[in-house]
């Protein structure tokens, strides 16, 4: 189980890393959005992302 949560950890590094790798400034410009949302915006986000990734763990299981 701590290789599966480990090599997941490094992927999510890895994919984290693609864009402001490859596009710094769309990265920024992205940054730069992101900090202009709201603390409710920001939490509906996450949520979003937290509920897709726990689909697509449900999904692939």
Known sequence: MGDL???ALA???VLEGLLPF???GAWRSV???ATRMS???IR???LSSMLAGLAL???WS
């Open 31 to 33: 940054f730069e959005k």
């Open 5 to 7: 949560l480990l090599g």
């Open 39 to 41: 603390d409710g915006q």
């Open 44 to 46: 509906f986000v996450g």
């Open 57 to 59: 763990l449900l999904i």
């Open 11 to 13: 992927l999510m590094l």
């Open 22 to 24: 490859l596009s710094p």
